[in-house]
């Protein structure tokens, strides 16, 4: 008789990620055309926004948007974050995306203009192209070579380490220097990876998986790459993305030479100084002219701050200016006032934004959503969740909705998953959701119930 076989499932050891409010956001889900479609990219309703959105990236992507300003305005838990968010998923990771606060520039150790032009700077991107000797190749061999501590003990010292490199056209062994093998191990480098290292600097990259071992069982997540063509010595165009402000910071102390890679190298070296004008604007000449002799590529990002109506009239002031400014990213603002004073006055204005700011913006309006939206981004929440829902429990989730907000929605989603695992059930039911929604208020809720009851609170 056959032996029989024992099967058993490989379970993926991709890392999961945690999940937060907008997990489920990916795009603006546009077709084509630049029209939204329901329920792509985790993005429900808001359609003219989204295409107004769409128009935004199109923009931003052929450079013609950089000094500009957007504003979305509406009523709390109206999207207007996970639009900012599928905005930046949309352009990519190499076009910088850097998030805020208005709140964020009220700092005891920092001034407010400060914070807002270090911002600003995050948000502006620099593509270095440079010629470079390196060593490129699939990893053969990571052999240490260990001699006894000279200071006596038990330890031994590693002198250096034998790093053997195989390309199309051949293999080399490489003896490297100890604190590059530093290096390989916070690369987390092994035999069948695909690195360069760079002949002048030492510094080790590493490319991706040598695509000899795709049969392998593997990381899900790994990306495989081709053995790199040509001799494993020889001289490539490397690209660099960095920021404006990963150049203040490496330059705030200069240490090495004047060249753009040794401005990138010096960013590995962490310090503590002021950043002041008139380093920013040396920088500035130097970035340009960088761009103009074609070595440097400016990537202009987007900046967005949230709650923009926690700004002051200063802060307002200054981003005015800094709007003008030729190196300014893509300025996307976002508030929920109405009519409402503007800080450090007794001025009142629309969202809270002085007029002469309001004139530069191109609004978007976000609107409530309807109780079938809210249904549908429940459904979505769910599935990101790992949770089961079934009709009659998103039915009464979308009533709920419509009588106070999403987010209290999406917030009843975890308890409602705790009370069904209680009963033995898989599957959250309309019961579950009554039962979490008598246990917690929502906002609303609880302000009826405050002014029902106002005799037995403190009240000033």
Request: glycine content about 8%.
């Amino acid at each position: 008789m056959a032996q029989g076989f024992h099967i058993e499932e490989v379970l993926s050891t991709t890392r999961k990620d945690r999940v937060h409010a907008h997990s489920h956001i990916k795009g603006l889900g546009l077709s084509e055309q630049g029209e939204a479609q329901e329920g792509i990219d985790g993005m429900v309703g808001q359609k003219g926004a989204r295409e107004a959105s769409g128009v935004i990236v199109d923009m931003i992507r052929s450079k013609k948007m950089a000094g500009r300003a957007l504003l979305f305005a509406g009523p709390p838990g109206t999207g207007k974050t996970a639009l900012a968010l599928s905005i930046s998923s949309e352009l990519g990771s190499k076009v910088p995306f850097c998030p805020m606060v208005g709140s964020e520039v009220y700092s005891a150790e920092v001034k407010k203009t400060e914070v807002l032009m270090e911002n600003f700077r995050r948000a502006i991107g620099l593509r270095i192209k440079e010629m470079k000797e390196v060593y490129e190749g699939e990893v053969t061999e990571i052999t240490p070579e260990e001699t006894e501590n000279a200071f006596g003990g038990y330890g031994k010292t590693i002198t250096n380490v034998v790093v053997g490199l195989k390309s199309s056209k051949g293999t080399k062994q490489l003896k490297l220097d100890p604190s590059i093998y530093e290096s390989i191990q916070k690369e987390k480098i092994n035999i069948g990876d695909v690195i360069y290292i760079e002949a002048n600097s030492g510094a080790v990259k590493r490319v991706g998986r040598s695509d000899n071992f795709a049969t392998e069982f593997d990381l899900e997540a790994e990306e495989y790459v081709p053995i790199p063509k040509g001799d494993v010595h020889k001289k490539k165009e490397i690209i660099q993305d960095v920021t404006l402000h990963d150049l203040d910071v490496a330059n705030a102390k200069p240490q090495g030479g004047h060249d753009a890679m040794s401005m990138f190298n010096a960013m590995m070296k962490p310090k503590k100084t002021e950043i002041t004008e008139k380093l920013r604007s040396e920088i500035n000449k130097v970035v340009n002219k960088y761009i103009e002799n074609g070595v440097a590529e400016l990537v202009p990002g987007v900046l967005f701050i949230d709650e923009v109506h926690m700004l002051d009239i200063e802060c307002f002031t200054y981003l005015n200016k800094a709007l003008e400014s030729t190196l300014a990213p893509v300025v996307i603002f976002a508030t929920n006032r109405g009519v409402s004073i503007i800080r450090g006055t007794d001025m009142k204005s629309a969202h809270g934004i002085p007029v002469d700011l309001l004139d530069r913006l191109l609004i978007v309006k976000t609107l409530p959503y309807s109780r079938e939206e809210i249904m549908k981004i429940v459904d979505i929440r769910a599935q990101v969740e790992g949770l089961q829902l079934d009709q009659e429990a998103i039915d009464k989730l979308g009533e709920i909705g419509d009588r106070t907000t999403l987010r209290y929605v999406a917030q009843l989603l975890t308890p409602a998953s705790i009370v069904c695992d209680s009963q033995g059930r898989e599957t959250i039911a309309r019961e579950d959701i009554m039962e979490v929604d008598e246990l917690f208020h929502d906002a609303k809720a609880s302000a009826k119930l405050l002014h029902a009851n106002e005799s037995k609170y403190i009240v000033q």
